[in-house]
């Protein structure tokens, strides 16, 4: 069966240092992956979709990064942090055989705080 | 551009009795419309999906979803809530507006299930 890895779990970053936060999925190939970021506890904005190994599409201009260095690993990044990036940044995947059609699997979770 | 709307910040209903959370939609094309549940400091679990065919979909739990093309809505439904349903409610849609990759989630609405 598949499954997701996320972590850290919690994390807690003065302003200005860097980050990385790392999603591995397990027992499928080829997935698309996505990092979501969710503020407040409420609605989910995607950040960054991956359809392949080095191919990263954002979606919104911001201080953050992702790279997909293996098939099944996707990692977001930013090299000075800023108060607004504190939330509860998720990971998700669905097989590329689906298409359009398919649902999404997430992660637990990795909850940023910036201080 | 496709959105996705959730009209109701809160839906409280007593156990028992039946439950909707609405979802109304903007896609391009044919919509994929999705329902996902988060509890507290999780990640999101897929409900259920519709695709094409019957307008009445079934998910996990006992819920269930009717899509409604004229109202373009996809209310999530259950005959009969229990207090374990309580949590957070997404709708989602992909659609062709961006070659189907992106997943655009409502910004949710939280279910409370009083006993």
């Known amino acids: 069966s598949q499954t997701i890895h996320q972590w850290p779990a919690t994390l807690v970053q003065p302003v200005g240092s860097p980050l990385s936060l790392e999603c591995t999925v397990e027992?499928?190939?080829?997935?698309?992956l996505y990092w979501y970021r969710q503020a407040a506890g409420r609605g989910l904005q995607l950040l960054f979709y991956?359809?392949?190994?080095?191919?990263i599409s954002s979606e919104v201009p911001q201080n953050l990064s992702a790279s997909r260095p293996q098939d099944r690993q996707f990692i977001l990044s930013s090299k000075k942090l800023l108060l607004s990036d504190s939330g509860f940044y998720l990971c998700?995947?669905?097989?590329?055989?689906?298409?359009?059609?398919?649902?999404?699997?997430f992660g637990e979770g990795s909850r940023l705080t910036v201080l | 551009a496709q959105s996705v709307a959730q009209p109701e910040d809160q839906v409280n209903v007593a156990e028992g009795n039946p439950l909707t959370v609405k979802c109304t939609y903007s896609?391009?094309?044919?919509?994929?419309l999705f329902w996902y549940v988060q509890y507290p400091n999780r990640g999101l679990q897929f409900l259920l999906k519709?695709?094409?065919?019957?307008?009445l979909v079934k998910g996990s739990y006992g819920f269930e979803a009717e899509f409604n093309k004229s109202q373009t809505s996809f209310h999530l439904k259950k005959p009969s809530a229990l207090v374990s349903d309580s949590a957070l409610y997404f709708c989602?849609?992909?659609?062709?507006?961006?070659?189907?990759?992106?997943?655009?989630f409502g910004a949710g609405t939280r279910l409370f299930v009083k006993a």
């Open positions: 896609v391009s094309g044919n919509p994929y």
């Open positions: 991956s359809v392949g190994i080095g191919q």
């Open positions: 998700a995947w669905s097989t590329r055989a689906s298409g359009f059609t398919g649902e999404l699997f």
């Open positions: 519709y695709i094409t065919g019957d307008n």
């Open positions: 989602a849609v992909r659609g062709l507006d961006t070659g189907g990759f992106k997943t655009i």
């Open positions: 027992g499928t190939s080829n997935p698309n």
